[in-house]
């Protein structure tokens, strides 16, 4: 997940409801499952922490749980979406087709140890800030567990893992997506770690991710500056406009860029320069109005320096379709299997993180927070799940794997994912998704409706991902 | 003249020259001529100086020239080239035509009194701040003088007056110029009040005066301000790109500008925005090329602001094209009527003025300055004397009417024009021009030298006026 | 009021409550005492609306109010707050004090004929495109109804009218509230002119409206650039960082701005420059949190031309503290009220008005609107009406005055408010609000509970105005 | 030398002027001695373009000149000023001490085979673009020349070649200059290749290299951007003032910058970025005041950007001081040489070089060009030689070794540079310089004369290096 997006979330002490006691065989049985195969699941999880690969670059990560995937006798099929790091592993037949996805990139530059204070594994390592050697594994774990009930023909249909590389930088499931891979799916499942647990009812912002470009002429800056027309004075002025732009835009919008080639010495007027830019608003139709001002403001500062610019799109996510039949039944289940507990030296840990950090030392919360109001604008992030949510009904859990009051994508996050806080929360998330996942395969009522608050809110949008044709450039950190 | 051109000046002492002391009956008559009217010719100034009235409004001043014209037997023709207050009067008829020009227009806002210190005739009016009341009395005194030669039948030809308004403003010789009221004269003459004695040498910048506009769209800035397109903004891109400009203009451009409309009121979003600019150069081809780059920065801007803007040109001086054979045979003329010799009451007047602007009391520079190199660049600063010197051949004086360490266009240059300071190089102007005109009516081979450096200067510019058809718009001061 | 807060309000349709029907004889006696008045009012109503004097210059309208508050036995001090058009006419004795403001300034330049198509009535005049003609004259209606119980004896405590001038320019509130004129009352209520009716749940924004004035020295433009500095170059540069601040404040955030002065004449470097700005946020402190940054731009800007940069505080409002209580006992009153039903040619005027300016034709909505949620952040606009609401509890009514779709401070809204469309809100407006008076003389405990609510809110912040001490400037329209 | 000098020189034909014929011995004897050792000047000078190893890098380059000299007899000191590449090699003892000055850095990334076409000898190796193995090995083979008759006796006092590194980068002699290396010398002589041929009486820019650092405060720019302060906001409002401060400094100033840092990822708002930048002027006093002010346009947008900022001088070039009276014996032993006679083939050889470049065909201009006046302004460019010639008086040659039109730092001087049009202008400068030298050694008129106007240029100035203490920074290309 590409933000801090619970830090903006209120949080709010978990409520005791009225939980519905009624066994569920099948339910016990994904439980029971999960803590059979806890200590497989825990050394993929830490062994592709160790790995801490960045986007594209998740080849140990990857084999890891594609492996694991083919042993219990999933169908695997790697390097899907011509991405050599994307896999699907897949069992049963015939509908319902229940997808789950697992991540497992890392982050550049944050290695740290298994602790709770900053310390590298490796200097200049990658590092898992985002938690996904956890997300890779917990949903797998949830996928297993299905894959015995269809095995021993206690549920019909088929259930599919897809191993979703690259998430933090071009975002491998747009490819996936526009390749057709979720087409024939019945609803999809992921989870993602967290300060919190609860169903996900909040969305997240579409985003178009470009490059701008601005190609001048040079000439000696001292000598004869007049025959030269400055990139950089292109580029200047095209962020300029944007940032006056920013007035005119509604609240929701985010626009932001880094400036990534604007001259090599002063003395030669420089003839390139280059943007990185991101546009992000509550919705896409948000995002495109503002992306064509950018349009124009770009060919405007081009025109206003003499030069030439071009737009180059790199990627972009659609917004989360929010689907709340489906988070209620996530939720039901989060509240069956009741809050994490922790250890007394696991707080200790969370709070000498929170401690480090210079946050107020609240230790963990492990409590299931209620299903909350869906705002009208989400908190500010994106996400590439956005764009499986506009193909597929998607049912998304956040579940508690580092403590609050710490930066996200930190060294601090890193150190949970490596220990027993992470692994709880990826355990709780690999039952909660292979019971809810359990509640989509028996109850073909819920299905539908699911379907149906999916058709309603898609409208009739046929999604077309952002990308070019071909495969995705890999990143080079 | 729209500047403190001479403030860049070497001021040289006078040297003394090796004076031709040979005697010449016509240029004894014209010196004479002068002191025998050089009361009327002081109280048709001080006249002017009184009325103070700014450029086309010039009603009473005009008047005043152009009845003491009548009144000695010129023809005179009232306003020509679609102005009421510019005229025309000649005597004579016939090859040679000579003419000699004078304005009369005032500065708004600087009225002050005939006094060393600081204090306004009428409060908020004008003032001669440009010594215009002398120029146009001093020119009016030297054709009165080469008038009388013609009537005596000393001198064959004509001998034309051109009262020309409104040189701080539209430029009142470009529209003369461009309804072809020169077309038809051999050589034109004019002189400046100056803090120095000397034939002009050096040229003025080539210049293009325009307005630009912006046009958006008005929202609420607090409710919507997402609908709206600020013309300010746009406004202000437009500035950002000019600046960025300078970096790509030669050293001898200048371009600035005023803000003349930036919106009304802080809640709305500005639907109006207008610039006032000027883009000058050493010639005018130079302030084409970067003329042509501001309206492309002025289009540029509105795209990126998703506004409209119009660029509205008002009007332009060319650079004056220098006649060093026509300055060397003025400054002949004055180096035979030797300095401007002040009172002690004269040089304590200047030193008071020096003192109140925190300048250095040298007093007065009544010295005959010797002919100088033309430079490569002019200093900064335009004239409409620059149109006519690419129609005709043009010799230009300077006279002192002011002591140098004050500021041009201020009150202390409205001080000397209204006493004897002023009246003493007004009528060494008369006498000197007076003297220049016999040398070009007797003196064939002169007129075809002057001629010849001018057209091979000229080159075949066929000259066009950056101005309109129609009549010229009334400031409002 | 300085917005189109409603175009934001979502427009549900009236629904149907169930009504408490149970006799009142005070509430029937104040319904009874707008009727017996209605020509009265209406009278002064089309009164001031012919006047349609702009900010402070209300002289004969706040007279028609006074004057009539004065005849009808109440105590009248004129002047009040060092502002000749504020007054405030009382009767009674002792507590409770219930308080009800009356606004009466128009806007200028929008004068218009009561009619539905856009003529002016002076051309060039002032017009009450906020329909505070109607404000003044219903408040004061509903006064003189609870003058009349308390004179009778049926009600015990005091009313007292407050005549608040210039709310569209300088916030004649702000400065009856800094010299303590509404320390004493308990609660205090307003209405205002509208296209729906209901009890406002809605807060506004704080502002802070603000000169930012540079100080440079010039030059000439053109012959020595590098001896001035310019003023403008500084306003220029504020601006840029005020434009690149909006990245970094919250979405809640608006700023605005005009430039008032930027140069006189191109070829002078300018020596001053002047921009007006607003700063808003849903409270005030966000609002003092963006105002210290933008203080610090000022600073910074004035820095990199060189110059002299100095910021005035004009005024600033105050966000509404929202009082549901008060809201919730007005409520019930609109719906025992019930809706305000219009004539076919009442309908017809109003969509003759919305034809006219490109709006859906739907007339007008005198239904009675649900009390609305309120929203984390108000939408766009300010009142000086939220200054009031921090010294006393304050309960504000909307009323039908306009049809919807048609610019607000527009002709439509002058037209609508000299006829009887505006007639009729005014009058539902007295009755309402004379009636939550009798609620509020006649119940204790509702008393307390507004004040409750408001301490709470309130959360001990003791008021203090944005204005100095000293009398307003009166605006120059 | 950083600049294309030359291009705004005027080209004026070679005039033939009266020669002095008298035959002077120790002239005709280092004339030999160039001669005799022609060859190996040629192999040091092929071999040094072969290594083209660029500043402070110029190991092997160092060494062959260093070696050569220390053969030749000459005292050598390797490693002076910090820098191993820099070195003195000295002959004889006392007084006079005649000094000579020699560079031989590469730039990067300009690699070029011998021939009339562009192809790379080493692709994206370097290059000799500025000719200066030729500098070296000529200014080495005019030091043995009067080497040998200080050692025949012939000659009285004391020899000294500098090796002078990185002059295109951090200015070799700066840090020589710095530590006192020139301070006991009598004159100072160095030649530089060029388009043509003459006595150097042009001055140089001064100029100061500096970064621009600025430091923020990190934030996710889509969740929480008002709580980052963006240090590319920081740097855009700084480059917003430079091109403002662009109106408000003389014609002569030249400023540039090129944008080393500006943000990592979009979703980050920027802590840190990072400005380079340079001033020049024609003198260091016009230097000193702009940069002064660009000091306080960074503070001045730290502060509105929320941020810190720190200024970091790099380096900084004099101008230099032109010495007439040197130049005026330089130029006399020019013209008893004569011209540089070409081969059919050289010429053909740079008309190919023209052609490729699209410039006008016309060959070689061997032909020894007049001493030109002196400009009041440099054309825009710096060197290095300007701090020697404020420590001591300096003699600067330019001598033809590549065509005119084509673009200097570039391929086809690079070409040039390792072939005989090289060879020539070389041993042409060798020549000149011994014969210079020889004058200054004999004639202690001329050396008074050459020491009197560097007295009065200097004018009591006491050099103070712009550089800190301790070794420069090595530069990574």
Redesign the interface.
């Known amino acids: 997940m ?4 619970f ?2 979330l209120v949080l709010i002490a978990s409520s005791v409801f009225a939980q519905s006691k009624k066994s569920s065989p099948n339910k016990d049985a994904v439980i029971k499952s999960v803590e059979v195969h806890q200590q497989e699941l825990i050394k993929i999880s830490d062994a592709i922490w160790g790995y801490a690969e960045t986007a594209l670059q998740e080849h140990k990560s990857s084999k890891e749980l594609a492996d694991y995937a083919e042993k219990q006798g999933f169908k695997v099929t790697r390097g899907v979406a011509q991405m050599p790091t994307a896999f699907i592993a897949e069992f049963g037949s015939g509908k319902p087709i229940i997808g789950i996805m697992g991540e497992y990139d890392a982050l550049p530059g944050i290695s740290q140890k298994a602790q709770p204070t900053k310390e590298a594994l490796h200097t200049g390592g990658g590092g898992h800030g985002c938690g996904h050697n956890l997300f890779g594994a917990g949903s797998l774990g949830a996928a297993v567990a299905i894959k015995e009930l269809i095995q021993q023909g206690k549920l019909k249909g088929t259930i599919r893992f897809y191993g979703t590389p690259a998430e933090e930088a071009v975002g491998g499931k747009i490819y996936m997506a526009r390749d057709g891979l979720f087409n024939d799916v019945d609803v999809c499942l992921d989870w993602h770690p967290d300060i919190e647990t609860t169903a996900l009812t909040q969305s997240s ?1 579409a985003m178009v ?1 470009f490059i701008v470009e601005f190609k001048g002429k040079a000439a ?7 025959n ?3 990139a ?2 292109g580029m ?2 095209f ?3 944007v ?2 732009l ?7 919008v ?14 030669v ?2 003839e390139y ?1 280059k943007v ?3 546009v ?1 608003d509550s919705k896409r139709d948000g995002v495109e109005a503002v992306f064509s ?1 950018v349009k ?2 770009a ?8 030069i030439e610019s071009t737009i180059t799109i790199q990627t972009g996510d659609y917004e989360l379709l929010v689907n709340r039949t489906g988070a209620t039944a996530l939720q039901k289940n989060l509240e069956k299997l009741g809050p994490i507990i922790y250890t007394p030296e696991e707080i200790s840990f969370a709070k000498k993180i929170q401690e480090a950090s210079g946050g107020e030392q609240v230790g963990l919360n492990g409590a299931i927070q209620p299903l909350k109001e869906t705002e009208k604008d989400p ?4 996400t590439d799940v956005g764009d499986i949510s506009w193909i597929v009904p998607e049912i998304t859990l956040v579940a508690t794997t580092a403590p609050e009051n710490t930066a996200w994508h930190g060294w601090s996050v890193v150190a949970c994912a490596g220990m027993s806080i992470g692994h709880k929360g990826m355990l709780f998330a690999s039952k909660a998704l292979a019971m809810t996942m359990v509640d989509l395969f028996e109850n073909e009522q819920l299905r539908k409706d699911v379907r149906a608050e999916f058709e309603k809110k898609r409208n009739g949008h046929v999604y077309k991902a952002y990308i070019p044709d071909g495969p995705p450039p890999v990143p080079t950190n």
């Open positions: 590409k933000l801090f997006r830090l903006a912002q991710d000696h800056a001292a000598a004869d500056p007049w030269g027309r400055s950089v004075d200047e002025l962020l300029d406009g940032n006056m920013r007035e005119h835009v509604k609240p929701s985010r626009m932001h860029y880094a400036i990534k080639a604007g001259g090599d010495v002063p003395n007027v420089p320069a990185w830019m991101w992000r001002r124009d403001i060919k405007g500062a081009a025109l206003m320096a003499g908190s500010g992030g994106s």
